[in-house]
């Protein structure tokens, strides 16, 4: 006969004792901490390089499962895309109708507004865990160094989100009741993530055993960090550093998340599986004749919305494995035109905007038609609605370029679920 | 390969019995007492126990009353003691020490049987009249009587303040017990189950989804078996089950061998099922776009039949003074109400018992069961493809008949074709269980009792569902195949020590402390696949899935009980159980539950005797007060647990979003009761009163938290309900001749459990009930919730206009508008009750009749609401606006309008009536049996009520603790009718 206490209540171990003699528990073990073998455990996965390495796995899942609200939300917002039907109630709120009596309002108890936030502070958790748990087990340098980048980009990724939604955000997660810091906190935030990802990486570049066994195949991590650091240096304002970013990446290179059967995309499911979103029409009607991307984007055929809109559908999305671009040479080429622009180098920024035209068959804009900064930066932002379709920064966008009130709302509000547990949380805007 | 075990432990057993029953008894000077013991009226009471008080020496007495007893080494003082169930036992001290002696014995009745010995409340023989809390007991006899194969479903009506619902008709389908109604909100309401010592689970696995009801576990036990059974209610007198007893506990006794020469009992019954209602059809002879309708259609003729029912049952029974069995087996059979389901279910139990020395007793319980149910889906929470759904959702001017030349059936209007399912699709269950039990029984003197106990459920619940390739489900053409097991075994190991104190003056001391140990595992195991290969029956397809999960728990558990009693006058009950289980958190392992019970006899005082004269015969006051608690749900909810999250083709982990808790504690209630019992006239009438008052804390919920910590909810024990009700069991004789006897029995109770507190988030809505059933502090767990109509300050319905849709005639003229949501109704019964009669004439015809009703209890009738549905339009209503009775366009408004379709749901049903004749001697001679008699029975003969739909007592949420009431295409309960043959050799 065996008793084993693997792990004793602290305070009752000697009552358990006697208590398992006195129950002549014969059959079986005493023991009363009885493994999940459902799920891993807290100390299985924190405290074992497999542990470690699986969540390194995991995080870059809980990205690829986020697309779905962090494209979505800002494409409704920003009159990117349109809900196919009125009873999608808790969707349509997002959406601004051209029929004012169509607007629902867009509450703190909305699902998706929780949805939305949660998913992405799921992603700072993880990687959070990665960051606190990596000094304590052994794992080859390069392994290390590419998890612990990892870990610092998706983090700033969830950062430069979150704050293009809502007004502030906490960055610091480790209890239940966070403090909020405002916008140019949190996306200087993610900037300091990303230069810790790269000087990590430059540092100790990433083992093959990472590359090939924990980097999802489709992303090249270097480039990713230095072009989502173009991407949030541009939405912080500093231009010049958002420049240089953009030049850091070479040529062809670019990153994108591959689905798989057993991790559906998202994407598909709301855009193609469930019917929920289309693009609106304008971006068909308004499109330029010629342009190559349109065809590939949407659908021919109008159709009426609920309240006023109309849409018409999204051909990209159309499996359940079709990957989705982290970021794109076409991005980077934008963001250098804009930054350019708006340094009042015009020249170069003329040639990079016009570069992305002609890349989808459109002729190049001669230098009267583009003649002042601001012709230059409404055709950046023209040739972004087409380039970045369904990326997630239409709403951003909107801001950068002047647009803000156009969009549904200036910012989201706070989830309830937010403001019950964390008297930090600011009032809803 | 697998019995192998069984096999081997029977053979060494047997060979082992052999020898000890041929060791030659010795002879010394002996006593040997001889008599009969009878009833008031001079009859004959067979199978009454006679014994040597404080000893094991006994016998029973044979059909005529008589006895024999044999004393090997009479040890004076010796007290002659004579039971018999349903009288009060007797004493007669004997002054002779050997020779022959007659003692004879006229008992007298015990109406409310305060004498009887029952266990459960103190795991000690207590008399009833000693406890502080009200337990019930059912005799076996009422169980196998009763007409229905499930144990839990023929415990209906008997038992005062335990309401009994078969929630589907459903051949083995299941059943709920509710004690003094619901004590949770997230856990099962159903009491803990245990035969013969041995916990068994009473699971309604889902495995694969019928589109809600499910059959309960406890119907694998055979009605013939049952000695009795006691049932204790609350925690005031469950206090002793700990962590598990929150919805009471239901302790069922197997028949045991007795000595003496071999007892053979074989009964058999046939009979039939049938419908009891059928609902009206739209029979309008046009269509919604006014074109003529060629025919209309009622399927309820194609998808409902009468099913023939048998039951074969054989008891063995016997053994000599050392060694006895029981050996009992039972065929059932069953065919379903709706075509192509039926049940068959295959019982054998053996019973051994062994005295190995005088102090020391062995006793085994050993049953396996193995039945298999053809299913047909029904319902439709989550599956709506069934039969009884899709009756619903075809429009009645469809042929759904197949195509007479190529046989292929229609697709249906919007999930299946009944008539195809009917013909194509399966969904089998099969059930393989054994139990069994073993008890050791030690006097090492007299006054000192240690029991050892150890029990074993294991069970293998295979459920299937199997969908052809081209089936009539338009998101089904390529078929679905699933297959689902769920492997459970549960083990218990029980040591209960008793002290007996040497008696001082009339005082009595009894002390007990014990020990119980749990483990439990549940590994199910799920394959499913989609596009099926073709003429394959299993699951192969081009789309598959498997995935598998594990429920594991220990409880170690620990009591100590002491009792104290002044004569007959006065016993005091105290005791505390803990548990320790490893699903509770680590913080909360270790939990405690006391009781205290207190009965007072106040007819052991003189004072009151002369007071209360001859009126009242017996008055008891008692009372109690008891804590017990409900474990978590999952094993591992305390744990911060790491999920499967895949990245892309790339495997992972991360955190659940629901954050582990390891403060997780049982859910807890704490219950006090009073009551009486009190017999009068002579006792020819007994009256037993129980109020009880319960608050249930602890209730485990999950609780939002802060989302920005990467979590989004815990399970957290934040809930709060309040519960009080009465209960009632009045018994009368009124007439007691020899030719003629007739007893009534009453059973009421009340209940009104309301939500006191929920979690932080407020009022929510459950999975899987159409977001009409809610919990909201202050108002009754899983009240219905919904959009009413809209009216006036007259309160009249009006239209969005603000006019009356009804004319002064009573025309309907008008749309009626939707008005705001509110709670609409109630399905948890705020009283039930029961009415049974019982005559006799000349001993040999015996009729007996039950009534059961439920009151103050709202139904949502969500068949009507799909019957008016114009896209459906079966029902006869809808007719109404084809044929321009109402406006057009009145249904397609009306269905949102959720009020309309809350029901008063009371009904009070004629549960049982049973014709017994006894055959008559010279006829019983001729089969050489020593009785016999026929029985001609009807169970759910005739129900009245206001409710519209099939049955008012059928649930689609199944077993579900909080989604009741919810009638939607629930197979209704079958009026049944057998007739049996009992014979006794």
């Known amino acids: 006969m065996t008793t084993t206490f693997a792990r004793p209540a602290r305070r009752s171990a000697l009552a358990m004792g006697m208590m398992c003699v006195a129950s002549g528990a014969l059959l079986a073990g005493c023991n009363l901490d009885i493994a999940n073998p459902n799920a891993a455990t807290e100390v299985n996965v924190l405290t074992t390089p497999a542990g470690v390495r699986a969540l390194a796995v995991g995080l870059q899942g809980r990205w690829g499962n986020a697309r779905g609200d962090a494209v979505w939300i800002p494409g409704l917002v920003a009159n990117e895309l349109g809900v196919t039907n009125g009873s999608l109630a808790p969707q349509r709120a997002f959406q601004n109708f051209p029929d004012a009596g169509a607007l629902t309002p867009l ?323 | 390969m697998l019995m192998m075990p069984f096999r081997e432990f029977f053979r060494v057993a047997f060979a082992g019995l052999l020898t000890v029953v041929a060791f030659p008894a010795l002879l010394h000077a002996q006593l040997t007492v001889s008599g009969r013991v009878t009833d008031e009226t001079g009859r004959g009471l067979p199978s009454a126990s006679v014994l040597i008080d404080g000893t094991r020496i006994g016998t029973v007495t044979e059909e005529d009353g008589s006895y024999r007893l044999v004393v090997a080494e009479p040890a004076p003082p010796l007290v002659l003691l004579i039971r018999a169930f349903g009288y009060k036992p007797q004493r007669f001290p004997l002054s002779a020490t050997t020779g022959p002696v007659t003692q004879n014995a006229q008992l007298v009745r015990d109406i409310l049987n305060l004498s009887q010995l029952v266990i459960t409340a103190t795991r000690v023989e207590t008399e009833r009249a000693s406890l502080g809390a009200a337990l019930a007991t059912v005799e076996g006899s009422n169980i196998a009587n009763a007409g229905v194969p499930q144990v839990d479903a023929a415990l209906a009506g008997k038992v005062p303040g335990a309401l009994v619902q078969l929630n589907s008709g459903t051949p083995g389908g299941g059943s709920s017990v509710r004690l003094r109604g619901l004590s949770t909100i997230s856990r099962s309401a159903e009491p803990l189950y245990i035969v013969d010592g041995v916990i068994v689970d009473n699971g309604s696995s889902q495995l694969v989804d019928l589109g809600g009801n499910t059959s309960n576990r406890i119907a694998d036990l055979d009605p013939n078996d049952i000695e009795r059974v006691e049932i204790v209610k609350g925690a005031a007198a469950a206090a002793l089950y700990g962590s598990r007893a929150n919805n009471g506990v239901v302790q069922i006794f197997t028949k045991r061998g007795r000595a003496g020469a071999l007892r053979v009992n074989v009964r058999t019954s046939v009979g039939q099922d049938d419908l009891e209602t059928r609902l009206p059809v739209n029979q309008a002879s046009v269509n919604a776009a006014g074109a003529p309708v060629a025919q209309r259609f009622d399927y309820q003729d194609q998808i409902f039949q009468t099913g023939l029912t048998s039951n074969t049952s054989v008891g063995l029974s016997g053994g000599d003074n050392n060694t006895q069995f029981y050996l009992g087996g039972s065929v059932q059979t069953q065919e379903g109400i709706v075509r192509t389901t039926d049940y068959l279910r295959q019982n054998i139990r053996l019973n051994l018992d062994r005295q190995i020395a005088p102090w020391l007793k062995l006793s085994t319980s050993t049953a396996y069961v193995t039945s298999r149910a053809n299913r047909q889906a029904s319902g439709g929470l989550v599956n709506n493809r069934g039969v009884l759904t899709n009756f619903l959702f075809n429009s009645n001017d469809r042929n759904l008949f197949a195509d007479p030349v190529t046989g292929v059936f229609p697709l249906g209007q919007l999930a299946s074709n009944p008539l195809e399912v009917l013909a194509n699709w399966k969904a089998p269950q099969e059930i393989s269980r054994f139990t069994g039990g073993l008890q050791l029984n030690a006097t090492p003197f007299e006054a000192l009792s240690i029991d050892y106990r150890v029990g074993i459920d294991n069970y293998t619940d295979a459920q299937s569902s199997f969908v052809p390739r081209g089936s009539s489900a338009p998101d089904l053409q390529g078929g679905l195949a699933i297959s689902a097991n769920l492997r459970a075994r549960l083990l218990n190991q029980d040591v209960d020590v008793t002290y007996r104190w040497p008696t001082f003056g009339n005082w009595r001391f009894v002390s007990g402390v014990g020990s119980n140990y749990q483990q439990q595992k549940f590994n199910s195991t799920l394959a499913r696949a989609e596009n099926l290969a073709l003429l394959v029956n299993t699951v192969q397809g081009s789309t598959q899935f498997a995935s598998q999960s594990i429920d594991e728990r220990r409880i170690i558990g620990f009591y100590g009980q002491q009792q104290l009693a002044y004569g007959n006058l006065l016993t005091l009950t105290a005791a505390v159980r803990s548990d320790a289980s490893s699903a509770f958190g680590e913080d909360e392992r270790q939990q405690y539950f006391p009781k205290f019970g207190a009965s007072l006899d106040l007819t052991e005082v003189e004072g009151f005797r002369n007071f209360a004269g001859s009126l009242v015969n017996r008055l008891r006051i008692r009372g109690g007060l008891g804590y017990s608690g409900e474990q978590p749900p999952g094993s591992f909810d305390r744990l911060s647990n790491y999920v499967f999250e895949p990245a892309g083709s790339l495997s992972g982990v991360v955190n659940s979003t629901r954050q582990g808790n390891e403060g997780l504690r049982p859910e807890r209630a704490r219950e006090t009761e009073f009551g009486f019992d009190a017999e009068l006239f002579n006792g020819r009438v007994g009256i037993e009163y129980t109020r009880f008052d319960r608050s249930v804390t602890d209730l485990i919920l999950p609780q939002t938290v802060t989302p920005s910590s990467g979590f989004t909810e815990q399970l957290t024990n934040v809930g709060s309900l309040e519960n009080s009700g009465n209960e009632v069991l009045l018994r009368s004789f009124n007439v007691q001749r020899e030719a003629f006897s007739w007893s009534t029995t009453v059973t009421y109770a009340t209940n009104n459990p309301v939500v006191t507190q929920v979690a932080s988030g407020g009022a929510f809505f459950i999975p899987e009930s159409f977001n009409i059933i809610r919990v909201a502090a202050g108002q009754a767990p899983g009240h219905f919730w919904g959009t009413t109509y809209r009216r006036n300050d007259a309160g009249q319905i009006i239209n969005a206009a603000g006019a009356p849709i009804e004319d002064a005639n009573g025309n309907i003229t008008g749309i009626p508008a939707i008005g705001p949501a509110a709670v609409l109704g109630n399905p948890n019964p705020k009283n039930y009750w029961s009415v049974t009669n019982e005559f006799t004439v000349k001993r040999s015809l015996a009729l007996r009749v039950q009534l059961d009703g439920v009151g103050g209890v709202d139904l949502f009738n969500f068949d009507r609401r799909v019957l008016e549905t114009p896209f459906f339009g079966v029902g006869a209503a809808y007719a109404d606006e084809l044929e321009g009775r109402v406006p057009r366009g009145y249904f397609a408004a009306r269905r949102s309008i959720f009020e309309e379709y809350i029901e008063d749901g009371s009904f009070v049903k004629l549960r049982e009536i049973a014709l017994t004749w006894t055959l008559p001697g010279s006829f019983v001679e001729q089969l050489r049996a020593r009785n016999a008699s026929i029985t001609i029975s009807g169970r759910n003969l005739n129900t009245w009520t206001d409710y519209t739909g099939w049955d008012p007592e059928t649930n689609t949420g199944g077993q579900r603790t909080v989604v009741r009431g919810f009638g939607f295409a629930a197979v209704p309960i079958p009026r049944s009718i057998a007739f049996s043959v009992n014979l006794n050799y």
């Not at chain 1, 002609?358 to 900064?373: H, I, K, N, P």
Request: aromatic content about 8%; hydrophobic content about 45%; glycine content about 6%.
């Open chain 1, 107 to 429: 509450e703190d108890v909305n699902v998706d507004v929780l949805n939305f936030w949660s998913r992405h502070y799921q992603i700072v958790r993880t990687a959070d865990e990665l960051l606190a748990s990596i000094e304590g087990v052994t794992l080859a340098p390069g392994t290390a160094s590419g998890i612990r980048a990892l870990a610092f980009t998706m983090k700033a990724y969830a950062f430069g989100t979150l704050a293009e939604a809502w007004q502030q955000i906490p960055v610091d997660i480790t209890g239940l009741q966070s403090t909020f810091v405002d916008r140019a906190t949190a996306l200087n935030t993610a900037l300091d993530l990303l230069s810790q990802a790269r000087q990590t990486l430059d540092a100790t570049p990433a083992s093959s055993e990472f590359n090939s066994q924990l980097l999802t195949p489709g992303v090249d991590l270097p480039n990713l960090v230095r072009a989502w650091q173009a991407r949030y240096a541009l939405n912080a304002g500093r231009n010049d550093q958002a420049l240089a970013f953009a030049n850091d990446v070479p040529a062809g290179a670019t990153s994108e998340y591959r689905y798989a059967t057993a991790d559906q995309s998202p994407l598909w499911s709301v855009f193609t599986g469930l019917r929920y979103f289309a693009a609106q029409a304008s971006l068909r009607t308004e499109a330029e004749a010629g342009d190559t991307r349109v065809a590939r984007l949407f659908g021919p055929t109008p159709q009426p919305s609920f309240g006023g809109s109309s849409i018409v559908p999204v051909l990209i999305f159309a499996t359940q494995t079709e990957a989705y671009p982290m970021f794109t040479q076409d991005e980077l080429t934008l963001i250098r035109a804009e930054a350019l622009a708006r340094l009042n180098r015009l020249g170069e920024a003329r040639t990079s905007v016009n570069a992305v035209r002609v890349a989808a068959g459109l002729d190049a804009r001669s230098e009267a038609q583009l003649a002042t900064q601001a012709a230059v930066l409404t055709e950046v932002a023209r040739q972004r609605r087409y380039s970045l379709f369904a990326s997630g920064l239409a709403w951003a966008d909107l801001r950068r370029f002047g647009n803000a009130s156009q969009a549904r709302v200036n910012w989201l509000p706070y989830p309830l679920n937010e403001r019950s547990g964390n008297p930090n949380t600011p009032p809803n805007p």
